[in-house]
Structure formats: structure tokens, C-alpha cells
């Protein structure tokens, strides 16, 4: 739990909009190209998928919210060992990211495996809903990109039912099995879905949704 505070260049452990605002600052001071793109992604884990965009994308820029003392840290401490410097990590809710993120800043929303709670009950704890993607929707820059992957095929089919309805997103890519797909090509794994391959493989639903 402690080590949550070692990593005070990677990781905002009780974040506010001021200490987000000058972390991020600083960061961008180091991205060689500042006019890089901004990437977001919520619920990322122990960072797997995040560093190699960042790795692959040097002039972008990343922000990673994730709950989890532990998959944080993991996170922050891969980023330190891998000199890797065009990622933020904070101790945050997605539902909050616009009480950080001015309007007109984002260009990629990555969700990946989020926590599908199964029960009908229980849906309406789904981080993706249509109150949240309309509550997203200004803080993407123009051609803005929602990316999602899930290998809960009900609510893959839920959300793009929503996206179809809402007519803000355009749906460009869209799999229902994403490892058998022209799109796995440059699929990045994240940890959970190396779990999933590990353990039969289960069809991956994924889609790209561009903001109209
Ligand atoms: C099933 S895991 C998937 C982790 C990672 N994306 C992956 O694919 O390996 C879902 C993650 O989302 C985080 N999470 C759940 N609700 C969240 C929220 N509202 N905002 C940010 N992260 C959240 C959890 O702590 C958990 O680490």
C-alpha cells in the first residue's frame, strides 16, 4: 500500500485537478513533439496494453485511471524500469475524467475488459452506458476514437446497440471475435485478455467507434 506514494513521476495516488494539472504539465514539458495525441484509457490494470501504445507512440501522450493500489503500482513500476516517461497513472474513477480533462482535449478512449457486471440487477454499474458516453462526448478533440474490447458478448452487443442509437459515434470497426479478425492484426493484448488466450480463448467482442 505504501508503495503506492514511491512513484510520484508516474502515479497521482489521491488525485485533485491541480496536481493532475501539473503533473501532466511537466510530463507533456518532455514529449519531444507536444502536439502528440492524447490517449486515455480507463480501468488499466497493471499497465500491459498502455505501455506498449506509449512505447509504439513516443509523441502521444497517456493517462491511465485505474482503482487498484496493487495493478497501479505494478503499472508505475514497469513505466520507471522501461524509462518510459508519456504516461500518467491516477488513482481515479473513469466517470470522473471530466472533472480533469478540458473539453476538446481527448483523441482515443480506450475501455478494455471492464467489469461487466453480469447481473441484470446489477447493469446498471456498467461503466458504458449512454449517460456516460453523452457525459464523454465534449472532451474528444474532433475525429475523436472510442476503442472497446470485452469477451462479455452481451454487453459488446449492448454498447453498440447504445452507440447506434445515440448517432454522436460512428461505428467503424466492429468483431465479435476479435482474434479471428482482420482487426487482431494490430490488436495489443492487455493482461486479462493473455489470461483469456491462456485459458480457451473465448471470443473477444471489439469495436472502434470514431466521434461524429
Ligand atoms: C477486468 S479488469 C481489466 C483490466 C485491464 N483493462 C485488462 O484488460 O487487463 C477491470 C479493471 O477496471 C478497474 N475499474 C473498475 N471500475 C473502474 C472505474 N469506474 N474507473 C476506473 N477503473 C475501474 C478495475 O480495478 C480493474 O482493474
Redesign the pocket.
Known amino acids: 500500500m505504501a508503495r503506492i506514494y514511491d512513484y510520484p513521476e508516474q502515479l497521482i495516488p489521491h488525485p485533485s485537478p491541480e496536481n493532475f494539472q501539473q503533473l501532466w504539465n511537466s510530463k507533456k514539458g518532455n514529449i519531444p513533439a507536444a502536439s502528440g495525441k492524447v490517449h486515455l484509457?480507463?480501468?488499466?490494470?497493471?499497465g500491459?496494453?498502455l505501455i506498449e501504445w506509449a512505447q509504439a507512440n513516443p509523441q502521444d501522450f497517456f493517462i491511465g485511471?485505474?482503482?487498484?493500489y496493487k495493478?497501479l503500482v505494478l503499472a508505475a513500476k514497469k513505466m520507471e524500469q522501461q524509462n518510459i516517461h508519456n504516461i500518467l497513472l491516477m488513482r481515479?474513477?473513469?466517470?470522473f475524467l471530466h472533472e480533469y480533462l478540458p473539453n476538446d482535449s481527448m483523441d482515443f478512449m480506450h475501455i478494455?475488459?471492464?467489469?461487466p457486471w453480469s447481473k441484470k440487477s446489477r447493469r446498471k454499474h456498467r461503466?458504458l452506458s449512454a449517460e456516460f458516453l453523452n457525459r464523454m462526448l465534449p472532451l474528444f478533440r474532433s475525429k475523436g476514437e472510442l476503442m472497446f474490447k470485452t469477451d462479455h458478448l452481451e454487453y459488446f452487443e449492448t454498447v453498440t446497440e447504445i452507440l447506434q442509437q445515440l448517432k454522436t459515434y460512428t461505428i467503424v470497426e466492429h468483431t465479435s471475435d476479435l482474434h479471428g479478425s482482420e482487426y487482431n492484426e494490430h490488436n495489443i493484448l492487455?493482461?486479462?485478455?493473455m489470461l483469456f488466450k491462456s485459458k480457451g480463448n473465448p471470443p473477444i467482442g471489439f469495436l472502434r467507434a470514431e466521434v461524429i
Open positions: 484509457e480507463i480501468g488499466s490494470g497493471s500491459r496494453y485511471l485505474e482503482l487498484r495493478r481515479e474513477r473513469g466517470e478494455n475488459f471492464p467489469d461503466i492487455t493482461e486479462f485478455e
